[in-house]
Nanobody
């Protein structure tokens, strides 16, 4: 079994910054892509950013130039640095990872979500 635990959400003013973290634990052989999705009230969940095990990143157009996704493979942790936050970034942010377990089973794992609120 594999778990993802997120941290770092909260309330921030427009133009401010937050850093989200997500750590994977459990019966992990290898973690492939790690990333972040978000879901705003009344909207569908959308992809925010991904990072491969080699460090290659991809971003939604709405966050390019403002968000940076990175990972520490030794600690099974992914980070999302969010700068120049806007009210429309308000959402629950979910960590996601593709994981091979110790018994060579592939799992797509989700975190519990962390709320980011951008408001005055």
């Amino acid at each position: 079994q594999v778990q993802l635990v997120e941290s770092g959400g909260g309330l921030v003013q427009p133009g401010g910054s937050l850093r989200l973290s997500c750590t994977a634990s459990g019966s992990i052989l290898k973690i492939l892509d790690m990333g972040w999705y978000r879901q705003a009230p009344g909207k569908q969940r959308e992809l925010v950013a991904t990072v491969t095990s080699g460090g290659s990143t991809d971003y939604a157009d709405s966050v390019k130039g403002r968000f940076t996704n990175s990972r520490d493979n030794a600690k099974n942790t992914v980070f999302l640095q969010m700068n120049s936050l806007k009210p429309e970034d308000t959402a629950v942010y979910y960590c996601n990872a593709g994981v091979y377990t110790l018994v060579y089973r592939y799992l797509e794992v989700w975190g519990q979500g962390t709320l980011v609120t951008v408001s005055l």
